[in-house]
C-alpha cells in the first residue's frame, strides 16, 4: 500500500459559547466568517452554566495575526460574545484542488482531493452551491446535477490518465 501524502500545517482554532444569539443569524455569521477568510466555520450544541442551552462557534484560520484579527473582527461584531480562546493546533490535509467539467446542465466547480500524485485526483465533490443554482435553473432534481458532475469528474480524469 503506497503511503497517502498530506499537508501539515498549524492553524488557529477560535472558540467561544453563545447563549443569547438569535439562532436565526448563525448562518449570517458562518457565510461571514469564510468570506473574511476563516478555513472553516462550525456550531455545536453546549450546555452553558445554570443549565442553558448554548451554541460552541468553532473557526479555524492559518496560523497568522491578520486572518485571525479578521476573524475575532466578525465574532465580536456579529454576536453577542464578550471573549473568544485562541489556540495553535496541527492539521493534516490531503493536497485538493478545483476543476470545472461541463455537464448536460451547465458547468461544475468540483473539489479534488489527491493522496498520492497530482496526476490522479482520489476523490471528488461538486460544489453544491453551483449544483444548487443549475439545479434551480432548469428546474430539475439537485440530486441529477450533483450527479451530472460527479460522473464528469471522473471521466475527465480517467481520459487524462489515458493520454
Not at 25 to 48: H, S, T, W
Not at 70 to 91: K, Q, Y
Not at 117 to 126: G, S
Amino acid at each position: 500500500m503506497e503511503q497517502v501524502q498530506y499537508v501539515r500545517e498549524k492553524v488557529l482554532v477560535l472558540e467561544t459559547a453563545i447563549d443569547d444569539l438569535n439562532p436565526e443569524f448563525y448562518p449570517y455569521v458562518i457565510d461571514r466568517l469564510l468570506a473574511k477568510g476563516a478555513l472553516d466555520a462550525y456550531l455545536k450544541p453546549v450546555v452553558m452554566k445554570k443549565g442553558r442551552p448554548g451554541v460552541m462557534l468553532t473557526v479555524l484560520t492559518r496560523d497568522n495575526n491578520q486572518d485571525m484579527d479578521r476573524v475575532l473582527t466578525v465574532i465580536f461584531s456579529e454576536t453577542s460574545t464578550l471573549g473568544v480562546r485562541v489556540r495553535t493546533e496541527r492539521r493534516f490535509c490531503l493536497y485538493r484542488g478545483f476543476l470545472t467539467v461541463s455537464t448536460p446542465h451547465g458547468p461544475v466547480r468540483v473539489k479534488t482531493a489527491f493522496t498520492v500524485d497530482d496526476e490522479k485526483p482520489a476523490r471528488f465533490k461538486p460544489e453544491f452551491e453551483d449544483c444548487k443554482a443549475l439545479a434551480l435553473k432548469n428546474n430539475i432534481p439537485l440530486q441529477e446535477v450533483y450527479n451530472a458532475a460527479l460522473l464528469a469528474a471522473e471521466q475527465s480524469t480517467v481520459l487524462k490518465n489515458e493520454d
